[in-house]
């Protein structure tokens, strides 16, 4: 008999009226999920006042869907609250569990449909689907909690969790498919040659479920942007210096492109490298909202020069300093502002050659952007299961908010644009699988642009309806709706980063004039 039999067991019976006769100040109980809890002593520490314990509904009553229309389950799974549970009622049993951990949402459409039972799926085959249970136990056992107190508390992830990453071969999994996986042990027994884009998507949708934007970010997201560069374009003695110390966690890297000066106009770039008689560099310059930047010991730099640009790996050495910038998310994801004071860079840390700088970038952008919709299509679908949680458990004007045809109506406008997002995003993924890196930068680079100005188009739509759905807790840090708040202040920054919605739309439109035919006309 498993301990937690035995406390059930053990658990003391009561009637109803007997816990009705426990109704005032200094003697107070309430029934909740079948379960009686002597708060008589609790009333007054509790932080939602104590007077509210004593509604005649309330003291000595049923007070579950009072319950569950103020408070998150987690509450109540607490050791302090539970040590408030004296017995329970005789002949009923408890019937709200929390999801065992790695289990699938049982909210509809709380996952994508290829994880819904009774759903088929064309694109995702055995190894996605153990892929998918793994990871999902590695975050909900491993992650989560990680994220939640370094969301809070603003220091850099784990290093023991990123390391661990690394050893299990996730870190370099999360760089896509490719030569750096050739010979290497994968997580979940993936083999090298049969990972493709479809395991990559995998991985980042199921890391995102931490809720956690900043650590999101500050969980190497500097190595899915800043190291693609150095396998694709880097010498070999780059790669020797720099890829397994990263992929290991020993390193860090970050891409350090954006300015204060230029953004998404890349061309715009100011910081300079200054080419040397002996091949070295001298770099002058400033760069913003560099993403790891705090506890990067390599910055994928791209710099001006007289030869147009060129991108130099620019190890951590003298001349080269990092202020912490606060902005919405939290200091986790350790975005820098980053001053180069003529900082002497060795040929050797050139990546490709020189003059290529801006091509060297570009062909990084299309899997950046890519690896973006999946993270923020997924992170809505999670904003609306929280909505279809809380339209369940909670009323308003005297009747559940699910019956509020209104209510219904934005939840379904949701619900349609999170489901189109990432059906879109899934024949995307399959044409990446079977097109060559060249046929994607030709032909994708306008539908990946699409594909998430569209995307952060629906996680606006997202935030702005499931707030006015949660009203105040929607607002709230803590509570009911504290994820509602998080995405509503964290959202944006897919909007932003790696091409704004605006340059996105204008890109897909004129990628798509590039291939409009000459010989036909209206
Ligand atoms: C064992 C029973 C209970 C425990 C352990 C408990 C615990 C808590 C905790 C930890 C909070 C603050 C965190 C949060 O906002 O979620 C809270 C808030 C609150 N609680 Fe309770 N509570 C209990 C029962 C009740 C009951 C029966 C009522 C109503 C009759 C109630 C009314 C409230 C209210 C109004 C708030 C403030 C919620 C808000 O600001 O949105 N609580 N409670």
């Given at each position: 008999m498993s301990a937690q039999t035995q406390a059930k067991k053990q658990l003391k019976e009561y009637t109803r009226d007997e816990v009705a006769k426990?109704?005032?100040?200094?003697d107070c109980w309430i029934i909740i999920d079948a379960q009686v809890y002597n708060v008589s002593k609790f009333v007054e520490l509790h932080p939602g006042g104590e007077?509210?314990?004593?509604d005649e509904d309330v003291a000595g009553q049923e007070a579950t869907e009072t319950f569950f229309g103020l408070h998150r389950h987690e509450v109540l799974l607490k050791p302090q609250y539970q040590r408030l549970i004296i017995g329970k009622i005789a002949g009923e049993e408890s019937k709200i569990k929390p999801l065992p951990l790695g289990s699938i949402s049982p909210v509809p459409y709380g996952e994508p449909t290829w994880l819904q039972p009774k759903f088929y799926t064309p694109y995702y085959n055995d190894s996605h689907r153990r892929l998918q249970r793994e990871v999902r136990a590695y975050v909900d056992t491993q992650i989560v909690d990680i994220a939640q107190a370094c969301e809070a508390n603003g220091k850099r992830p784990d290093l023991a969790l990123v390391k661990d990453m690394g050893a299990k071969g996730l870190n370099a999994m999360r760089m896509g498919p490719g030569k750096h996986l050739h010979g290497r042990k994968l997580f979940a027994d993936i083999k090298p040659e049969e990972f493709d884009y479809f395991h990559e998507l995998v991985i980042t949708q199921e890391l995102v479920r931490c809720a956690a934007r900043g650590f999101g970010d500050g969980l190497n997201g500097g190595m899915v942007i800043g190291l693609p560069p150095i396998l694709n374009f880097g010498s070999d003695e780059l790669k020797a210096e720099i890829v397994e110390p990263v992929l290991a966690g020993d390193k860090f890297i970050c891409l350090a492109v954006s300015e204060a000066f230029a953004g998404s106009d890349v061309m715009g770039t100011r910081t300079f490298a200054q080419k040397q008689d002996d091949g070295s560099y001298i770099v002058n310059g400033t760069k913003k909202w560099i993403t790891n930047g705090m506890f990067a010991d390599y910055f994928t730099t791209l710099a001006k020069t007289d030869d147009g640009f060129a991108v130099l790996c620019i190890?951590?050495?003298?001349g080269v300093e990092t202020k912490q910038i606060k902005t919405s998310y939290s200091t986790t994801a350790g975005t820098a502002y980053i001053t180069f004071d003529n900082v002497r860079v060795p040929a050797k840390y050139v990546v490709g050659e020189d003059g290529l700088g801006i091509q060297i970038v570009l062909s990084n952008f299309n899997h950046e952007r890519w690896v973006m919709c999946c993270s923020t299509i997924r992170s809505s679908r999670a904003v609306c299961e929280q909505v279809m949680l809380w339209i369940n458990q909670r009323k308003a004007f005297g009747k559940?908010?699910?019956?509020q045809a209104v209510v219904r109506q934005k939840l379904g406008a949701l619900l349609s644009q999170v489901e189109a997002a990432q059906a879109w995003l899934e024949v995307v993924t399959y044409q990446m699988c079977k097109m060559s890196y060249k046929e994607q930068s030709i032909h994708l680079a306008g539908q990946v642009a699409f594909l998430k100005a569209w995307s952060t188009r629906v996680s606006h739509e997202v935030a702005d309806s499931s707030v006015q759905i949660f009203g105040g807790r929607g607002i709230?840090?803590?509570?009911?709706?504290k994820f509602i708040e998080e995405f509503n202040r964290t959202y944006k920054f897919d909007a932003v980063l790696g091409g704004s919605e605006e340059v996105l739309s204008d890109l897909g439109v004129r990628q798509a004039l590039r291939f409009m035919p000459d010989n036909y006309k209206l």
């Open positions: 426990h109704n005032k100040k200094g007077s509210v314990f004593y190890p951590r050495t003298e559940s908010l699910s019956s709230t840090k803590s509570g009911m709706g």
